[in-house]
């Protein structure tokens, strides 16, 4: 997964992604750990970070 960041993470950090569901519309919840960021520039001084993440936990659907 790539994530557009204001700011950069710390390596191998382990943080909460709430993603919209196309179907329900409810937001579901995936724990990801960054393994890569590169440094965008836009404009002249305003900077974004792309961020390469992993997936390490999305809970089941079925589980409450």
Known sequence: ILLLMPQTPEKRQVFELRVPSPTTGESAVKLVEACWTRELLIGA??????VGVRSLFEPSASIS
């Open 45 to 50: 001084a305003d900077k974004v970070y792309l």
